[in-house]
């Protein structure tokens, strides 16, 4: 599929190219507008069909048609994004990289993520979009799904903080950048034995065909676990490493809706949640699996913060 300029060159010029290189050239230029070397068996099959289109008028006008005929919508869509010079789609896909967007390699635009990313509380105050929490004393979570309809309220300073439990804990939610960042702190006398269960549902998740991994030990500080379908991911880390990350998919045996389960005893308190949403990789072969630049990104930004020092 390599293909230089030079064959665009050639026919902008209002010649006929004569093409020697990929095999597959006649499927990236207009119908019938190139002669293809490879078509012939040797240079002297070539020589005489190039005579017999430069003494044919008929012939030669053939490969012209396509200059005065509307060109096929597949075509058109497969490079219209030329209209747009290579230096402003670079800019694009690395800014569509950097900050984990979409990217339509077709148009060369970006786009927003298939999930979206927009956090929203629900009447209750908890997180119900992209991901909804729910909070439980002990090490498990049982889970009946709350209604979209409730799915409502924006984040402001008034609302951003909720108490766990029985007061002991509250739960602080930041959106930015592209990710959430839950901190849980405590707030009152938490006793040593005490475990808490933080359940992070996939709304959009229930009835979909989603993939579970975790959990992923990066060192003993850090734990890293996803679900996700064939277009979205949601990927989880925690700081400090919680005792277990429990994944349970459409699939399981009891059906329940996916979700990841976080068992944070006390003694990890305070616990830092950060909760990233981007696309799988579809585009390049063997992608879907990996970690995406933007999550990897978010994940060093999460373990390894920027410090700043004031020297007076």
């Known amino acids: 599929d390599y293909i230089t300029e030079k064959l665009w060159g050639a026919l902008e010029s209002g010649s006929i190219p004569v093409y020697y290189g990929a095999p597959n050239a006649k499927d990236h230029a207009p119908p019938n507008s190139i002669i293809l070397a490879n078509d012939f068996r040797n240079g002297g099959e070539l020589a005489a069909h190039l005579d017999r289109v430069a003494m044919n008028k008929t012939h030669y006008e053939s490969y012209h048609e396509w200059r005065n005929t509307p060109l096929e919508e597949t075509f058109v869509r497969k490079y219209n994004h030329t209209h747009t010079h290579s230096v402003c789609r670079r800019c694009r896909w690395s800014y569509a990289r950097r900050h984990g967007l979409g990217f339509d390699h077709e148009s060369q635009t970006v786009q927003s993520t298939k999930a979206d990313r927009k956090v929203s509380l629900d009447t209750d105050g908890w997180t119900s979009g992209p991901v909804a929490e729910k909070w439980q004393d002990g090490d498990s979570v049982s889970w009946t799904a709350a209604s979209k309809d409730c799915f409502n309220k924006n984040i402001t300073n008034a609302n951003r903080s909720k108490r766990i439990g029985s007061g002991q804990l509250k739960r602080t939610v ?134 700043f020092f004031h020297l007076h």
């Open 174 to 307: 930041w959106e930015h950048d592209g990710v959430i960042d839950l901190h849980v702190d405590p707030v009152a006398f938490v006793p040593q034995d005490a475990t808490f269960s933080l359940g992070l549902l996939l709304p959009d998740a229930v009835g979909g065909d989603w993939d579970v991994r975790g959990p992923v030990g990066r060192s003993l500080h850090r734990e890293q676990a996803w679900i996700q379908t064939n277009e979205s991911r949601v990927t989880v880390f925690t700081r400090p490493k919680v005792q277990s990350v429990l994944a349970y998919p459409k699939s399981a045996a009891i059906p329940a809706p996916a979700r990841i389960v976080l068992i944070i005893p006390s003694k990890t308190l305070p616990l830092r949640i950060r909760i990233v949403v981007d696309d799988v990789d579809n585009f390049h072969e063997g992608a879907e699996k990996d970690e995406t630049y933007f999550a990897n990104q978010m994940e060093k930004d999460f373990y390894q913060p920027l410090e």
